[in-house]
T-cell receptor, first 113, second 115 residues
Framework: GESVGLHLPTLSVQEGDNSIINCAYS??????FIWYKQESGKGPQFIID?????DKRQGQRVTVLLNKTVKHLSLQIAATQPGDSAVYFC????????????FGQGTELSVKP | NAGVTQTPKFRVLKTGQSMTLLCAQD?????MYWYRQDPGMGLRLIHY???????AKGEVPDGYNVSRLKKQNFLLGLESAAPSQTSVYFC??????????????FGPGTRLTVL
């Protein structure tokens, strides 16, 4: 069945370094991918999304890369800050699926000052 | 705008008790969702709604019921709570565009413990 998974459950980086969080997905028909950030005790917060007809999208300090050939998604955070410490989830969904998201397990990002 | 709000924030139930979780959104979104999140895991979809008066099952619907009588509200009910339903429950909403979903906005969550 479809699944979305993350390669690393935890990631520790130094403040100011760049962070890369990876995600693998299994369904090549997925249309839409999203990265969410979840801080402790809060609901997930949208970071950035990408449609399947794109391979790169940039936001403020964040970039999402989509490699459909190997079904891989990554989130790059530039100049990581302590406020970036959180759990990051990738999610995928499909056309005409009522917006149902399939979430990965999550990667906990810890930023050391 | 308040966004997505959830009531209550915390609840403790005994096995067999019932309760209803309320989700409200003021963004005029068509789609609403209920997820559960267990420790160390991602969110799993329980039920969702693509419009007022409609509901559909998600990935883990057993033991839950939902209703969407008003566009802005989505209720999640547990008729007979079980310890396996101890979890954090999140509601979300989105406005679909072009057949693909728009960004889902999440509420702050309800932490439910079933003893």
């Amino acid at each position: 069945g479809e699944s979305v998974g993350l390669h690393l459950p935890t990631l520790s980086v130094q403040e100011g370094d760049n962070s890369i969080i990876n995600c693998a997905y299994s369904n090549s028909a997925s249309d839409y991918f999203i990265w969410y950030k979840q801080e402790s005790g809060k609901g997930p917060q949208f970071i950035i999304d990408i449609r399947s007809n794109m391979d790169k999208r940039q936001g403020q300090r964040v970039t999402v890369l989509l490699n459909k050939t190997v079904k891989h998604l990554s989130l790059q955070i530039a100049a990581t800050q302590p406020g970036d410490s959180a759990v990051y989830f990738c999610a995928e969904t499909f056309y005409n699926q009522g917006g149902k998201l399939i979430f990965g397990q999550g990667t906990e990002l810890s930023v050391k000052p | 705008n308040a966004g997505v709000t959830q009531t209550p924030k915390f609840r403790v139930l005994k096995t067999g008790q019932s309760m209803t979780l309320l989700c409200a959104q003021d963004m005029n979104h068509e789609y609403m969702y209920w997820y559960r999140q267990d420790p160390g895991m991602g969110l799993r979809l329980i039920h969702y709604s693509v419009g007022e008066g409609t509901t559909a099952k998600g990935e883990v619907p057993d033991g839950y019921n939902v209703s969407r009588l008003k566009k802005q509200n989505f209720l999640l009910g547990l008729e007979s709570a079980a310890p396996s339903q101890t979890s954090v429950y999140f509601c979300a909403s989105s406005y679909p565009s072009g057949g693909l979903p728009d960004t889902q906005y999440f509420g702050p969550g309800t932490r439910l413990t079933v003893l």
